[in-house]
């Protein structure tokens, strides 16, 4: 079990992979509400004697702010299981993973690239009392996966003059 102690908020990672070099080992949907997340290997691992195993913990990221930070740390040395290979039982841990021995790390969250495209129709003249025309058609293109909350869309109306007025509208 490792906790979430930085300042992005655990909900904001989901799809989260704890990997062994490039091997995922194991998997969570995302912390839970105490901001802490539990991976558990399906086959255990053997760190041999005076040997160092690194891991590594990958989530996606789901909004945030430039200014957010990432600690995930160990908070208790009960919250890993381990067994020693000789004698079986409970082996002894040294945690200097802990929050006060972590920096903060930062975390950029870079934008992608999105590209917005007017496909038409060309400025025309529109009949009045005509239903169903098409006053617009775009499309967006992200070089990532992109969710679209809330967008607004403003329609100018102008007169060239020839016809005295806007009628209502």
């Not at 929050?99 to 999105?114: E, M, S, W």
């Amino acid at each position: 079990t490792l906790t979430q102690g930085g300042t992005l908020s655990a909900s904001r990672m989901t799809n989260c992979k704890l990997l062994r070099g490039t091997d995922v080992v194991a998997t969570a949907e995302g912390f839970g509400d105490r901001e802490r997340i539990t991976f558990v290997l399906e086959t255990p691992f053997v760190v041999p004697k005076g040997q160092v195993k690194n891991w590594y913990v990958r989530c996606d990221l789901d909004g945030g702010r430039a200014t957010d930070n990432l600690q995930i740390y160990l908070d208790e040395t009960s919250d890993i299981v381990t067994v020693d290979q000789q004698y079986g039982t409970g082996a002894n841990i040294t945690n200097t993973f802990a929050l006060a021995n972590l920096p903060v790390v930062p975390v950029t969250l870079k934008g992608g690239k999105v590209t917005i495209t007017d496909n038409g129709p060309a400025a025309k003249q529109v009949a009045s009392n005509i239903t169903g025309i098409e006053l617009l058609n775009f499309s967006i293109t992200t070089d990532r996966d992109l969710t679209v909350k809330d967008t607004t869309i403003h329609v100018r109306i102008s007169n060239d003059g020839t016809d005295g007025g806007l009628p209502n509208i």
